[in-house]
Protein backbone atom coordinates (compact mmCIF):
# COMPACT_ATOMS: atom_id res chain seq x y z
CA UNK A 1 0.00 0.00 0.00
CA UNK A 2 2.77 2.54 0.87
CA UNK A 3 5.58 2.08 -0.95
CA UNK A 4 8.34 4.37 -2.97
CA UNK A 5 7.86 4.35 -6.72
CA UNK A 6 11.01 3.60 -9.31
CA UNK A 7 10.72 5.29 -11.92
CA UNK A 8 11.92 3.02 -14.53
CA UNK A 9 8.49 0.41 -13.26
CA UNK A 10 6.35 3.16 -14.87
CA UNK A 11 5.77 2.60 -18.45
CA UNK A 12 2.79 4.82 -19.30
CA UNK A 13 0.07 6.90 -17.96
CA UNK A 14 -2.26 4.72 -16.43
CA UNK A 15 1.38 3.58 -14.45
CA UNK A 16 2.33 7.11 -13.85
CA UNK A 17 -1.32 7.98 -12.47
CA UNK A 18 -1.19 4.46 -9.77
CA UNK A 19 2.12 5.47 -9.07
CA UNK A 20 0.92 8.88 -8.05
CA UNK A 21 -1.92 8.17 -6.17
CA UNK A 22 -0.13 5.34 -4.26
CA UNK A 23 2.00 8.81 -3.20
CA UNK A 24 -0.66 10.75 -2.75
CA UNK A 25 -1.64 8.19 -0.19
CA UNK A 26 1.62 8.22 1.64
CA UNK A 27 1.54 11.93 2.05
CA UNK A 28 -2.00 11.92 3.52
CA UNK A 29 -1.18 9.59 6.39
CA UNK A 30 1.89 11.31 7.17
CA UNK A 31 -0.13 14.41 7.37
CA UNK A 32 -2.46 12.55 9.73
CA UNK A 33 -0.09 11.87 11.95
CA UNK A 34 1.38 15.21 11.93
CA UNK A 35 -2.00 16.91 11.84
CA UNK A 36 -3.30 15.83 15.15
CA UNK A 37 -2.91 13.09 17.79
CA UNK A 38 -3.70 9.43 17.29
CA UNK A 39 -7.02 8.60 17.98
CA UNK A 40 -8.98 5.02 18.52
CA UNK A 41 -10.35 5.18 14.69
CA UNK A 42 -6.62 5.92 13.10
CA UNK A 43 -4.75 3.28 15.51
CA UNK A 44 -7.17 0.62 14.45
CA UNK A 45 -6.27 1.88 10.87
CA UNK A 46 -2.49 1.55 11.17
CA UNK A 47 -2.54 -1.43 12.60
CA UNK A 48 -4.22 -2.78 9.95
CA UNK A 49 -1.95 -1.54 6.97
CA UNK A 50 1.00 -3.64 5.39
CA UNK A 51 3.75 -1.79 5.83
CA UNK A 52 6.56 -2.43 3.50
CA UNK A 53 10.00 -3.41 5.26
CA UNK A 54 12.09 -3.72 1.82
CA UNK A 55 11.75 -0.29 0.24
CA UNK A 56 15.27 0.12 -0.30
CA UNK A 57 15.67 3.17 1.87
CA UNK A 58 17.09 2.27 4.99
CA UNK A 59 15.36 4.87 6.95
CA UNK A 60 11.37 4.19 5.86
CA UNK A 61 12.37 0.58 6.26
CA UNK A 62 13.90 0.95 9.82
CA UNK A 63 10.99 3.78 10.53
CA UNK A 64 8.32 1.24 9.41
CA UNK A 65 9.85 -1.26 11.42
CA UNK A 66 9.56 1.07 14.55
CA UNK A 67 5.88 1.76 14.20
CA UNK A 68 4.84 -1.42 13.56
CA UNK A 69 6.92 -2.88 16.29
CA UNK A 70 4.83 -0.08 18.52
CA UNK A 71 1.52 -1.05 17.29
CA UNK A 72 1.88 -4.28 17.55
CA UNK A 73 2.10 -4.09 21.68
CA UNK A 74 -0.62 -1.40 22.34
CA UNK A 75 -2.45 -1.60 25.71
CA UNK A 76 -5.19 0.24 27.47
CA UNK A 77 -3.16 3.56 27.72
CA UNK A 78 -1.87 3.29 24.59
CA UNK A 79 -3.98 6.54 23.00
CA UNK A 80 -3.00 8.44 26.53
CA UNK A 81 0.68 7.32 25.63
CA UNK A 82 0.57 8.66 21.98
CA UNK A 83 -1.16 11.95 23.43
CA UNK A 84 1.45 12.26 25.59
CA UNK A 85 4.60 12.18 23.41
CA UNK A 86 2.71 14.10 20.30
CA UNK A 87 2.51 17.30 22.90
CA UNK A 88 6.03 16.81 24.38
CA UNK A 89 7.74 16.21 20.81
CA UNK A 90 5.59 18.91 19.17
CA UNK A 91 4.11 21.61 21.49
CA UNK A 92 6.83 21.46 24.33
CA UNK A 93 6.32 23.48 27.35
CA UNK A 94 8.03 26.63 26.40
CA UNK A 95 8.62 29.11 23.79
CA UNK A 96 11.92 29.79 22.98
CA UNK A 97 11.69 27.91 19.93
CA UNK A 98 13.59 24.78 21.45
CA UNK A 99 11.82 23.00 23.58
CA UNK A 100 10.24 20.99 21.05
CA UNK A 101 10.41 19.75 17.31
CA UNK A 102 7.93 22.69 16.43
CA UNK A 103 6.08 21.66 13.10
CA UNK A 104 6.46 24.78 11.00
CA UNK A 105 8.57 25.37 7.94
CA UNK A 106 9.59 29.16 9.44
CA UNK A 107 11.08 27.88 12.38
CA UNK A 108 13.81 26.47 10.93
CA UNK A 109 14.33 29.06 7.99
CA UNK A 110 14.14 32.14 10.04
CA UNK A 111 17.40 33.48 11.72
CA UNK A 112 15.30 33.34 14.89
CA UNK A 113 13.19 30.32 14.70
CA UNK A 114 10.22 32.28 14.99
CA UNK A 115 6.43 31.42 13.45
CA UNK A 116 4.46 33.29 11.02
CA UNK A 117 7.63 34.36 8.74
CA UNK A 118 8.45 34.59 4.87
CA UNK A 119 7.94 30.23 4.34
CA UNK A 120 4.50 30.86 6.11
CA UNK A 121 3.85 33.82 3.53
CA UNK A 122 5.25 32.08 0.79
CA UNK A 123 3.66 28.41 1.24
CA UNK A 124 -0.19 30.70 1.94
CA UNK A 125 0.46 32.42 -1.75
CA UNK A 126 0.98 29.18 -3.11
CA UNK A 127 -1.67 27.07 -1.47
CA UNK A 128 -3.79 30.27 -3.17
CA UNK A 129 -2.14 30.46 -6.42
CA UNK A 130 -3.24 26.42 -6.66
CA UNK A 131 -7.05 27.17 -5.61
CA UNK A 132 -6.59 26.09 -1.94
CA UNK A 133 -7.58 27.07 1.64
CA UNK A 134 -6.75 25.45 4.76
CA UNK A 135 -9.77 24.60 6.80
CA UNK A 136 -10.65 27.10 9.20
CA UNK A 137 -10.79 24.30 11.44
CA UNK A 138 -6.91 24.28 11.57
CA UNK A 139 -5.74 26.84 13.08
CA UNK A 140 -2.05 26.26 13.00
CA UNK A 141 -0.02 28.30 10.21
CA UNK A 142 0.30 27.22 6.77
CA UNK A 143 3.88 26.01 6.94
CA UNK A 144 2.34 23.59 9.16
CA UNK A 145 4.30 20.27 8.21
CA UNK A 146 0.21 18.73 7.77
CA UNK A 147 -0.31 21.40 5.67
CA UNK A 148 2.81 20.86 3.27
CA UNK A 149 2.29 17.38 3.24
CA UNK A 150 -1.43 17.64 2.16
CA UNK A 151 0.02 19.76 -0.43
CA UNK A 152 1.73 17.55 -2.23
CA UNK A 153 -0.78 14.84 -1.24
CA UNK A 154 -3.25 17.10 -3.47
CA UNK A 155 -0.82 17.37 -6.11
CA UNK A 156 -0.46 14.04 -6.81
CA UNK A 157 -4.03 12.85 -6.57
CA UNK A 158 -4.26 16.45 -9.77
CA UNK A 159 -1.78 14.65 -11.42
CA UNK A 160 -3.35 11.28 -11.45
CA UNK A 161 -6.31 13.00 -12.75
CA UNK A 162 -4.78 14.43 -15.48
CA UNK A 163 -3.00 11.08 -17.08
CA UNK A 164 -6.15 9.43 -17.18
CA UNK A 165 -7.46 12.32 -18.92
CA UNK A 166 -4.50 12.05 -21.06
CA UNK A 167 -3.69 15.66 -20.44
CA UNK A 168 0.04 15.10 -20.62
CA UNK A 169 0.99 18.77 -20.39
CA UNK A 170 -1.08 19.51 -17.33
CA UNK A 171 0.32 16.23 -15.91
CA UNK A 172 3.78 17.32 -16.54
CA UNK A 173 3.48 21.13 -14.84
CA UNK A 174 2.07 19.19 -12.09
CA UNK A 175 5.10 16.73 -11.62
CA UNK A 176 7.47 20.16 -12.14
CA UNK A 177 4.84 22.05 -9.62
CA UNK A 178 5.57 19.18 -6.69
CA UNK A 179 9.47 19.20 -7.85
CA UNK A 180 9.44 22.74 -6.85
CA UNK A 181 7.80 22.37 -3.61
CA UNK A 182 10.10 19.49 -2.28
CA UNK A 183 12.74 21.50 -3.38
CA UNK A 184 12.05 24.64 -2.30
CA UNK A 185 9.84 23.94 0.98
CA UNK A 186 9.29 20.48 2.31
CA UNK A 187 13.16 19.02 2.15
CA UNK A 188 14.80 22.95 2.76
CA UNK A 189 13.61 22.11 6.54
CA UNK A 190 12.23 18.75 6.95
CA UNK A 191 15.38 17.17 7.93
CA UNK A 192 16.37 19.08 10.42
CA UNK A 193 12.54 18.69 11.91
CA UNK A 194 13.15 15.21 12.11
CA UNK A 195 16.53 15.18 13.78
CA UNK A 196 15.10 17.53 16.50
CA UNK A 197 11.87 14.89 16.94
CA UNK A 198 14.03 12.00 17.52
CA UNK A 199 15.45 14.57 20.37
CA UNK A 200 11.75 14.80 22.04
CA UNK A 201 9.57 11.81 20.97
CA UNK A 202 9.64 9.10 23.19
CA UNK A 203 7.07 6.00 21.95
CA UNK A 204 8.70 4.31 18.56
CA UNK A 205 5.54 5.35 16.81
CA UNK A 206 6.55 9.15 16.67
CA UNK A 207 10.37 8.30 16.38
CA UNK A 208 9.86 5.57 13.48
CA UNK A 209 7.90 8.47 12.00
CA UNK A 210 10.72 10.89 11.88
CA UNK A 211 12.65 8.24 10.03
CA UNK A 212 9.68 7.43 7.23
CA UNK A 213 9.31 10.69 6.68
CA UNK A 214 13.14 12.15 6.22
CA UNK A 215 13.01 8.84 3.92
CA UNK A 216 10.37 8.84 2.04
CA UNK A 217 10.99 12.87 0.89
CA UNK A 218 14.46 11.92 0.02
CA UNK A 219 13.07 9.23 -1.85
CA UNK A 220 10.48 10.97 -3.31
CA UNK A 221 12.53 13.76 -4.19
CA UNK A 222 14.74 11.36 -6.62
CA UNK A 223 11.45 9.88 -8.08
CA UNK A 224 10.18 13.18 -9.53
CA UNK A 225 13.55 14.32 -10.83
CA UNK A 226 13.88 11.28 -12.79
CA UNK A 227 10.49 11.98 -13.75
CA UNK A 228 11.17 15.46 -14.97
CA UNK A 229 14.66 14.15 -16.80
CA UNK A 230 12.59 11.50 -18.39
CA UNK A 231 10.17 14.00 -19.73
CA UNK A 232 12.49 15.59 -21.04
CA UNK A 233 14.24 12.85 -23.12
Same mark, same amino acid.
Given at each position: ?45 ? %?? #???? =?????? *? ?12 ? %????? $????? +?? &?? *? ?18 ? #? ?5 ? *? !?????? $?? #? !? ?6 ? !?????? =? ?22 ? +? ?17 ? =? ?11 ? $????? %? ?12 ? $? ?13 ? !????? &?
Amino acid at each position: MIENIAPEAIADNQEIARAMESRAATYGLLARLYRREVDQTLLEEL %KT #VHFP =FDTGNG *LVDSGYRMMVTYLS %KTWEN $TLTEL +AA &DY *LRTFLGHGIDGHSAAYPYES #VYTSERR *L !LMQDAR $TE #V !LALFRANG !LEKDSS =FKDAEDHIALELEFMQLMALRCAE +ALRSNDADEALALVRAQAA =FLDDHLMAWVPLF $TTEML %KFAKTDLYRGLSRV $TEGFLTEDQRVLEEM !LENAE &D
